[in-house]
């Protein structure tokens, strides 16, 4: 079992910076791909980010490509990501999540830090 625990969320002017981070107990990070995911009100969880376990390499959702670093420390066991640039269309709840499958879906999530980008 793994348990994740968002932070860094919070209120921030356009075209600001956040860093979220996400730490995980009961299980090393180690051997599972993670990732972020966002959920704006009344819409559906959107895949963001996610890392692979294997060789580090990253893969973005389109509306944050260049804007979004994601990265992980395993010694650590968390999961960052860095937010820059950010515009009020980012505002969302965002959850960590590992053994993320497919862009889509994962095996564990966390409970969510709310981002609030005010314009």
């Known amino acids: 079992q793994v348990q994740l625990v968002e932070s860094g969320g919070g209120l921030v002017q356009a075209g600001g910076s956040l860093r979220l981070s996400c730490a995980a107990s009961?299980?090393?990070?180690?051997?599972?791909?993670m990732g972020w995911f966002r959920q704006a009100p009344g819409k559906e969880r959107l895949f963001v980010a996610v890392?692979?376990?294997?060789?580090?390499?990253?893969y973005y959702g389109d509306s944050v490509k260049g804007r979004f670093t994601i990265s992980r420390d395993n010694a650590k066991n968390t999961v960052y990501l860095q937010m820059s640039a950010l515009k009020p269309e980012d505002t969302a709840v965002y959850y960590c999540?590992?053994?993320?499958?497919?862009?889509?879906?994962?095996?564990?999530w966390g409970q969510g830090t709310q981002v609030t980008v005010s314009s």
């Open positions: 999540a590992a053994d993320v499958k497919r862009y889509s879906s994962a095996g564990y």
């Open positions: 009961g299980r090393t990070l180690r051997n599972y791909n």
């Open positions: 890392i692979s376990w294997n060789d580090g390499s990253t």
